[in-house]
């Protein structure tokens, strides 16, 4: 399978716990992109690399969250500190620089009790 | 601020008739437009596109249809099909898709047989 990868694909944690999801993009892919999508919502822009650099982030983005793409290839995204309203469905994304498109992952599912 | 609309969260359509789905947009800086499909527990899945230099994009049984004066796109679906029951997102993004995408909230297609 050559799409874009996540896992896990979900996870149940307790409120104040760090939690670490990670994103495999189509190996061809330079631009990475990490949404947000909570019920009866759209996806939410939370922040983007090209190559290893973090380009963008989403006022979104508190400071309880961190992402990498250390290498270029794969990324991070680590929750510290996680409240209930964190529970979402965190979807990667990637495409290559200048194509429209991006092509998601399946997600991974964050449960906050 | 929401600049991407989908006012029907909803729409029920009966196999073989034509689905229109409708999206409208408030930032006159959007210029590349995008449909996603998505099947519960599933990432979204790219449909078609429509750059704002076009009035409309066929692909198959898809149709987009761009309205630059009334920020207004639609997505014709024909003849509608089971398989076809989903979650569709219309999504804009500026500069001919070189930022991130905005995602609307989405409308759940029913194809009642």
């Known amino acids: 399978d050559t799409g874009v990868s996540q896992n896990p694909r979900h996870k149940i944690t307790k409120r104040g716990q760090n939690v670490t999801f990670r994103c495999d993009p189509i190996?061809?892919?330079?631009?990475l992109y990490w949404y947000r999508q909570t019920l009866g919502q759209g996806p939410e822009f939370l922040t983007y690399?090209?190559?290893?650099?973090?380009?963008?982030k989403s006022r979104l983005l508190s400071d309880r969250f961190s992402a990498e793409r250390p290498k270029g290839s794969f990324s991070t995204l680590e929750i510290q500190r996680t409240e209930q309203g964190d529970s979402a469905m965190y979807l990667c994304?990637?495409?290559?620089?200048?194509?429209?498109?991006?092509?998601f992952g399946e997600g991974s599912r964050l449960t906050v009790l | 601020d929401q600049q991407v609309k989908q006012n029907s969260p909803s729409l029920s359509v009966q196999e073989g008739r034509i689905s229109i789905l409708n999206c409208d947009y408030t930032?006159?800086?959007?210029?590349?437009f995008l449909w996603y499909k998505k099947y519960p527990a599933e990432g979204p899945t790219f449909l078609i596109s429509?750059?704002?230099?076009?009035d409309k994009n066929e692909d198959g049984r898809f149709t987009v249809f761009l309205n630059k004066s009334a920020k207004h796109l639609s997505l014709h679906i024909v003849p509608s099909q089971p398989g076809d029951s989903a979650v569709y997102f219309c999504?804009?993004?500026?500069?001919?898709?070189?930022?991130?995408?905005?995602f609307g909230k989405g409308t759940h297609l029913i194809i009642q047989p």
């Open positions: 994304a990637s495409r290559i620089q200048g194509m429209g498109e991006l092509f």
């Open positions: 190996s061809e892919h330079n631009r």
């Open positions: 690399f090209q190559n290893e650099a973090q380009l963008e």
């Open positions: 930032n006159s800086m959007f210029d590349y």
């Open positions: 429509i750059s704002s230099i076009k």
């Open positions: 999504a804009a993004s500026i500069r001919g898709g070189a930022d991130g995408l905005t």
